[in-house]
Structures are given as C-alpha cells and as structure tokens.
C-alpha cells in the first residue's frame, strides 16, 4: 500500500491531484490518501479527510512506501517506521502554505539523506514512477539522541 498525507493543517489539493491522475493512468489500487478537511476529493484513490493518530500510524507502518507534504511529523513517522519517504513541499507562494519553510525542512532532510524530494510538480510525476527505487535509510528512534540531550542541558545551564 502507497500511503499519501497532506498533514492535517491545509489541504494540498496540488499533490493530491498528480498522485491521483498517476494512480489512474497506471492502473494502481493500492494507494490511499489523507487529503485534509476541505481539500479536493480524488477521483480514482482511496482516501480520507483526517486518520485518527493511531489509523495514521498503522497507516504509515503498513506502507511499502509514504508520499507527503514536507511535514516534519510525517517525516519522522516514515523514518520511525523504516519506511521510504518522497516528499514534495507545500509552497506558500501557490497559497499552500503561510511560509516556505517546507521547502527549507525538505533541502534539509534530503542533504542529510533521510527523504527523496520532488520540489515541482515534474519532479513528482517523475519520480512516482521509480516508487519502487526509494530506499529507507533506516529507523530512528522515538527518543532525541543522547547528544542532542545533552546539548539542550548545557545550553539550558549556561542561560
């Protein structure tokens, strides 16, 4: 199953209308979607408005592979679970979003090597067609690092 979130904040009707023309061309039926309250209703996937937490998170367990807006809590669930992730930013510049820090978490994410990245609407159709390429980098835990920790404490002793 190919599970689709636009996060729970604004609809991304943008993405939702290239997975969903691309799940019909392709003959896919295993693709469903979190689409957001008020957003637009696909055609041909599955899908919901909003998952209860825990659907959410089965949802993103039971993935072969996650398809999202740049959300950072999406993005650590996917790389909870172990899941490949290919993200594509909500752009405040098409009314998406109220900033463009999407764009700014997904250059991050992608240099650090934890998500593919589609940053325009080609790159997206493209890359849905080498679904089956992504790779998970592997799980992270629950948990900030021992060293993020301890970061914080130090910086919380020294103010």
């Known amino acids: 199953m190919i599970f689709v979130t636009t996060g729970t ?6 993405m939702i209308k290239i ?7 392709r003959g896919r039926n295993d693709v469903f979607a ?3 309250i008020g957003g637009w209703k696909p055609q041909y996937l599955q899908f919901a408005d909003l998952l209860h937490p825990s659907e959410f998170a089965e949802r993103v367990r039971t993935a072969t592979v996650v398809i999202s807006h ?5 993005i650590l669930s996917a790389l ?5 992730i290919l993200v594509i930013p909500k752009l405040a510049s098409l009314g998406e979003h109220r900033n463009e820090h999407q764009t700014a978490t997904a250059r991050r994410m992608m240099e650090m ?22 790779q998970s980098i592997g799980r ?6 021992e060293s993020l ?9 020294d103010v």
């Open 9 to 14: 904040a604004l609809p991304f009707d943008r």
């Open 19 to 25: 997975v969903d023309a691309w799940a019909q061309e």
């Open 34 to 36: 979190q689409i957001g």
């Open 70 to 74: 740049a959300g950072i809590g999406t």
């Open 80 to 84: 909870h679970y172990e899941k490949p």
């Open 113 to 134: 090597g934890n998500v593919n990245v589609a940053f325009d609407d080609d790159q997206l159709r493209q890359r849905l067609d080498r679904l089956d390429e992504l």
């Open 140 to 145: 992270i835990g629950p948990f900030a690092s």
């Open 149 to 157: 920790l301890g970061g914080l404490r130090s910086f919380i002793h």
